[in-house]
């Protein structure tokens, strides 16, 4: 049979004692420390490549709207270029460049062209305006640029982050020319422009 009041002067006297060693702190707090240090580090990895991503969306936007010579497939690589290189977490980041115009009379926008790197296909008409809610309000006929990028990110613990998508959706006017067109070929007639 147990008796209580032996039981209870033990735990009496072991809260009271201070004999021991700091080894068995040392036992409790180096695990908890680690996990903390290692979820801190792993969140802030997690936060700049975020960052980058919405950086690079920011310069690919920037560099888009300041062109004046038409957009050709050699200008597409070398965005895709330019995005592997500002964003180092992701091999293979998407992007999808978009021209487009509204039209006040039917309240609608159009697509004028559409190019990607893969993943997300050419928009059209019907897609662009699923996503209407998120464009800005333009005059008729004013033409905008819609910049759209993907990158992939996972972390190097498993804390519970998981593999995560950093999506990105901006959309700049044309600075230097009335509307931007795409040119399948360099060495194409202007005149087979998609504008």
Request: aromatic share 10%; hydrophobic share 45%; net charge negative.
């Amino acid at each position: 049979m147990i008796h209580m009041p032996r039981i209870r002067a033990a735990v009496a006297g072991f809260r009271k004692s201070e004999n021991g060693s700091a080894s068995i702190e040392l036992l409790f707090m180096v695990p908890l420390l680690s996990l903390i240090t290692f979820s801190m580090v792993t969140y802030f990895a997690a936060f700049r490549a975020q960052t980058h991503a919405t950086r690079a969306a920011t310069v690919m936007t920037d560099m888009v709207s300041r062109e004046v010579a038409a957009v050709t497939p050699e200008y597409i690589a070398g965005v895709e270029g330019l995005m592997k290189t500002l964003v180092h977490t992701d091999e293979t980041p998407e992007f999808r460049l978009t021209a487009f115009t509204y039209d006040e009379e039917d309240e609608t926008y159009m697509v004028a062209w559409s190019k990607d790197s893969g993943m997300y296909g050419a928009m059209d008409h019907a897609a662009i305006n699923e996503v209407s809610h998120r464009l800005p309000t333009l005059k008729d006929g004013q033409r905008a640029l819609l910049v759209e990028t993907s990158v992939e990110y996972t972390p190097m613990l498993d804390i519970g982050l998981g593999t995560r998508t950093f999506e990105n959706f901006n959309v700049a006017a044309p600075r230097f020319v009335p509307q931007l067109c795409f040119l399948p070929d360099e060495s194409a007639d202007p005149t087979s422009a998609e504008c």
